[in-house]
């Protein structure tokens, strides 16, 4: 890919992840400050959620012994993210883009196995848990790899644009 492409991709990138005058609009009176604001207290609600299950994760044999826990946590992880983005996009319009044609596989393949996955873990049924948790972060998946600008050329140059970054940082703050 050449470096004029790449550069597209990021500023696309970029303009998409902005807000444009006209979602300026109040979302239940709400400002846009308010809203980022509620964007990034549900992040930081998805990311302890995320922490927790991997902290869970981490104890040996606690996957296999408590997995509805386990399954529990990384749906409570995953509606924080979807209600994140939607107090960014404001609720109507991310409704309309999870209902779009492109995306409505999606939704109804993640919040089906959200929902099953929380049935069957407050019905003790671990090995149905695990399947639909199993399916949920296979679409979630799907999804960010859909949603991403530029698909799987956007993903990666993102992920170049993070480990320069990462890389950046690490030689300023590792003496080495």
Known sequence: MSIKAEQEVESSIWSSMSMSSKDESLIGG??????????????????????????LF???GMF???????????????????FSV?????????????????????????FGMLAGTVYFALNKESILTVLCMGGQVGSLVWYLV??????????????KLSMRSANSVARTMLPL
């Open 146 to 159: 859909g949603s991403i600008p530029g698909g799987t050329t956007g993903l990666w140059i993102m992920v």
């Open 86 to 110: 939607s107090m960014l996009m404001g609720p109507m319009a991310h409704f309309k883009s999870l209902i779009s044609p492109d995306r409505l596989a999606f939704t109804v393949s993640f």
């Open 30 to 55: 709400m400002s846009r400050q308010q809203r980022v604001a509620g964007f990034l207290m549900l992040l930081l609600g998805a990311m302890i959620f995320f922490a927790l299950e991997v902290a």
């Open 64 to 82: 296999f012994l408590r997995p509805r826990k386990f399954a529990l946590l990384h749906s409570l992880g995953s509606l924080c993210g979807i």
């Open 58 to 60: 981490m104890v040996p």
